[in-house]
């Protein structure tokens, strides 16, 4: 089966079904490129989604990751990035081993394509040359004939010819001789020629053409096996990361399997356990049994009738709620016995709902330092745990992490430990390199001056002193989380103050070992209960009963509000209500529809049309 025998007239055909053959190889190649483009943008893609979802350096989303859960999904996006490493892997092989091969393989068959119809074309060109000279010469031998023919019937008509001379019949036979002579050359010219046509035309339809044509099939088929090749290897780029992404899947499985829903619910309650006890059950209070409160020198809260002078701060009344503490609308109670008051405040788990209803008159400072000290850490004022609130809901945060409950309290300052004592290893190993570099110099004086190592040497020992002191602090308020110190000294309370007046503003300070909520609660560790002594006559005209607050001016709300935390109550637009305690800096207003309902509701929604006559109308900044 050969081109040449079984195709020798086709020569036009096989030009265009060659060059149909260069133009599949080259979308072949447009589709291997294409691909490569494709698995580059996916790998790209799965990159960035990857990286999309990586968890944050130094962030709160890198401490979620301790979950098996996380790591299992921070495992898959590894997993991910690799497997997008084989698609560009896939793609750099094909273009290396495809495309750029075959495109400079195209190139090539289109130069031999070129080479083999243009000895067609040559050939061609020569048998039809060939062609026309046998052409030629047969009109010519033609034309011969016929003239010899026409001669020769002049010359037999001249000599039938009675009339025509002598000489005129002679004239026409060496004519017709001349005729006959010029038929004959031309014939032996034809003959020759046809000879020669006849030769050329044998070898062009039995030699060239088919030589021509075996080489332009030698060279498709060639084509063929190319492009197959191409395409073999184009399924065996894909299978040789097969076994690599297996693995990436097989990872992604592996961390799956790890996930342990165990020790994630065993992570939570390390991350969020506080530390503190359940509260109490709460005490039946009998209303139908009215009961007369002992009046003495040492009572809580002397009666009013005994016309004892109340000091104000302010002008102000000291039945304010903190905000989202809904205001108590049972009964009024009478007074219990000191006793009763005194014994129930020291055993049980205290809570003080509003630092702002504490007396700020001067004769209860001292009451007021012994409860802050009891409930907050430290001796200070009823505005200066407010303005701590305040700072906590700001975002400021005390240096030993008091704002925290004790368990991850401690977790905190172990924390803190850990990175000072790296910190202390950093520069002792730096204080150690220094120390050989000068012991260096000292042998050897060329190589530096040992002196230039003294100020360096100094400052890692300082820093080193600082670094010592810091852990040294945070130790102390670990220890004394952990129970091993049972309570802290005057020096130690001394050293915390200094620490506190040279990291934090003194307003930060005012709650040591206390866990600050929005409506004020506090329960304190036992531990911490050991350290208060409160005596009984501190309790002195400390707790009256709750009076309802006067009207102080009246407000329109801007805004409808849906008061749902305690302590709030829902106002609707337009509405017009009594302003009873205007703000204070904390961004509320106290308000009453009603006798027995009022709350707070944010500054903002509302518009305040104050008394400049009513009692304790006051601009707070």
């Given at each position: 089966?050969?081109?040449?025998?079984?195709?020798?007239?086709?020569?036009?055909?096989?030009?265009?079904?060659?060059?149909?053959?260069?133009?599949?190889?080259?979308?072949?190649?447009?589709?291997?490129?294409?691909?490569?483009?494709?698995?580059?943008?996916?790998?790209?893609?799965?990159?960035?989604?990857?990286?999309?979802?990586?968890?944050?350096?130094?962030?709160?989303?890198?401490?979620?990751?301790?979950?098996?859960?996380?790591?299992?999904?921070?495992?898959?996006?590894?997993?991910?990035?690799?497997?997008?490493?084989?698609?560009?892997?896939?793609?750099?092989?094909?273009?290396?081993?495809?495309?750029?091969?075959?495109?400079?393989?195209?190139?090539?068959?289109?130069?031999?394509?070129?080479?083999?119809?243009?000895?067609?074309?040559?050939?061609?060109?020569?048998?039809?040359?060939?062609?026309?000279?046998?052409?030629?010469?047969?009109?010519?031998?033609?034309?011969?004939?016929?003239?010899?023919?026409?001669?020769?019937?002049?010359?037999?008509?001249?000599?039938?010819?009675?009339?025509?001379?002598?000489?005129?019949?002679?004239?026409?036979?060496?004519?017709?001789?001349?005729?006959?002579?010029?038929?004959?050359?031309?014939?032996?010219?034809?003959?020759?020629?046809?000879?020669?046509?006849?030769?050329?035309?044998?070898?062009?339809?039995?030699?060239?053409?088919?030589?021509?044509?075996?080489?332009?099939?030698?060279?498709?088929?060639?084509?063929?096996?190319?492009?197959?090749?191409?395409?073999?290897?184009?399924?065996?780029?894909?299978?040789?990361?097969?076994?690599?992404?297996?693995?990436?899947?097989?990872?992604?499985?592996?961390?799956?399997?790890?996930?342990?829903?165990?020790?994630?619910?065993?992570?939570?309650?390390?991350?969020?356990?506080?530390?503190?006890?359940?509260?109490?059950?709460?005490?039946?209070?009998?209303?139908?049994?009215?009961?007369?409160?002992?009046?003495?020198?040492?009572?809580?809260?002397?009666?009013?009738?005994?016309?004892?002078?109340?000091?104000?701060?302010?002008?102000k009344s000291k039945g304010k709620l903190w905000p989202f503490i809904k205001k108590n609308k049972s009964p009024k109670q009478q007074k219990?016995?000191?006793?009763?008051?005194?014994?129930?405040?020291?055993?049980?788990?205290?809570?003080?709902?509003?630092?702002?209803?504490?007396?700020?008159?001067?004769?209860?400072?001292?009451?007021?330092?012994?409860?802050?000290?009891?409930?907050?850490?430290?001796?200070?004022?009823?505005?200066?745990?407010?303005?701590?609130?305040?700072?906590?809901?700001?975002?400021?945060?005390?240096?030993?992490?008091?704002?925290?409950?004790?368990?991850?309290?401690?977790?905190?300052?172990?924390?803190?430990?850990?990175?000072?004592?790296?910190?202390?290893?950093?520069?002792?190993?730096?204080?150690?390199?220094?120390?050989?570099?000068?012991?260096?110099?000292?042998?050897?004086?060329?190589?530096?001056?040992?002196?230039?190592?003294?100020?360096?040497?100094?400052?890692?020992?300082?820093?080193?002193?600082?670094?010592?002191?810091?852990?040294?602090?945070?130790?102390?308020?670990?220890?004394?989380?952990?129970?091993?110190?049972?309570?802290?000294?005057?020096?130690?309370?001394?050293?915390?103050?200094?620490?506190?007046?040279?990291?934090?503003?003194?307003?930060?300070?005012?709650?040591?070992?206390?866990?600050?909520?929005?409506?004020?609660?506090?329960?304190?560790?036992?531990?911490?209960?050991?350290?208060?002594?409160?005596?009984?006559?501190?309790?002195?005209?400390?707790?009256?009963?709750?009076?309802?607050?006067?009207?102080?001016?009246?407000?329109?709300?801007?805004?409808?509000?849906?008061?749902?935390?305690?302590?709030?109550?829902?106002?609707?637009?337009?509405?017009?209500?009594?302003?009873?305690?205007?703000?204070?800096?904390d961004g509320w207003t106290r308000i009453r529809r009603s006798e027995d309902e009022e709350g707070y509701v944010p500054t903002s929604y509302?518009?305040?049309?104050?008394?400049?006559?009513?009692?304790?109308?006051?601009?707070?900044?």
């Amino acid at each position: 089966m050969s081109w040449g025998s079984e195709l020798w007239d086709q020569f036009d055909n096989l030009e265009k079904h060659t060059q149909w053959g260069i133009d599949i190889l080259e979308k072949y190649i447009k589709f291997v490129k294409e691909r490569t483009e494709i698995e580059l943008s996916y790998a790209k893609q799965l990159r960035n989604l990857a990286k999309k979802y990586q968890p944050k350096k130094n962030s709160k989303e890198e401490e979620e990751y301790r979950y098996t859960a996380c790591k299992a999904f921070l495992s898959t996006l590894n997993e991910t990035n690799d497997y997008a490493g084989q698609h560009e892997v896939i793609s750099e092989n094909m273009t290396s081993q495809i495309t750029v091969e075959l495109a400079r393989y195209v190139q090539e068959l289109k130069q031999e394509r070129k080479s083999h119809f243009h000895e067609g074309r040559k050939a061609q060109q020569h048998i039809e040359t060939c062609w026309k000279q046998l052409e030629s010469s047969k009109r010519r031998f033609e034309r011969d004939c016929k003239e010899a023919d026409r001669a020769q019937q002049y010359f037999e008509k001249m000599d039938a010819d009675i009339n025509v001379t002598k000489a005129d019949v002679e004239k026409a036979r060496q004519q017709a001789q001349i005729r006959h002579q010029m038929a004959e050359d031309s014939k032996a010219d034809y003959s020759s020629i046809l000879q020669k046509f006849n030769h050329e035309q044998r070898e062009y339809y039995h030699s060239h053409i088919p030589t021509i044509f075996q080489k332009i099939q030698e060279m498709e088929e060639k084509r063929i096996v190319r492009m197959g090749e191409s395409m073999k290897i184009y399924a065996e780029v894909d299978r040789q990361v097969v076994p690599i992404i297996g693995k990436c899947l097989d990872g992604i499985a592996k961390a799956a399997e790890s996930i342990d829903q165990k020790n994630d619910s065993q992570l939570v309650i390390e991350s969020y356990k506080s530390g503190f006890e359940p509260p109490g059950d709460i005490e039946f209070e009998d209303y139908t049994q009215p009961m007369k409160r002992t009046v003495s020198d040492n009572s809580l809260s002397n009666s009013r009738g005994e016309g004892k002078a109340e000091l104000k701060f302010g002008g102000k009344s000291k039945g304010k709620l903190w905000p989202f503490i809904k205001k108590n609308k049972s009964p009024k109670q009478q007074k219990e016995p000191l006793s009763h008051r005194f014994n129930e405040f020291m055993t049980s788990k205290p809570k003080i709902h509003c630092f702002r209803s504490l007396k700020r008159g001067t004769q209860s400072f001292c009451f007021h330092k012994e409860l802050m000290k009891r409930t907050i850490g430290k001796a200070t004022y009823a505005f200066e745990a407010r303005d701590y609130v305040l700072s906590l809901k700001l975002g400021a945060t005390p240096e030993d992490f008091s704002n925290l409950p004790p368990e991850q309290r401690r977790k905190k300052l172990q924390q803190k430990v850990d990175e000072l004592n790296k910190d202390i290893q950093k520069e002792m190993d730096q204080r150690d390199a220094i120390t050989k570099m000068k012991d260096v110099y000292l042998k050897n004086p060329q190589m530096g001056d040992p002196a230039s190592l003294d100020h360096k040497l100094t400052e890692v020992s300082q820093n080193i002193e600082k670094l010592r002191l810091e852990a040294q602090k945070f130790e102390a308020w670990l220890a004394e989380v952990e129970g091993r110190l049972p309570a802290r000294s005057e020096q130690a309370r001394r050293q915390s103050g200094m620490y506190d007046g040279q990291t934090a503003p003194p307003v930060n300070n005012c709650a040591q070992d206390r866990e600050s909520s929005p409506d004020g609660s506090y329960t304190e560790d036992q531990s911490q209960e050991s350290e208060v002594k409160v005596l009984a006559t501190d309790f002195d005209d400390e707790f009256d009963d709750e009076e309802p607050l006067p009207a102080i001016g009246t407000c329109k709300a801007l805004y409808t509000f849906d008061g749902q935390n305690e302590g709030t109550i829902s106002v609707t637009e337009g509405e017009t209500l009594y302003v009873i305690e205007e703000d204070k800096g904390d961004g509320w207003t106290r308000i009453r529809r009603s006798e027995d309902e009022e709350g707070y509701v944010p500054t903002s929604y509302v518009e305040v049309y104050l008394d400049k006559n009513a009692k304790g109308a006051k601009t707070y900044i």
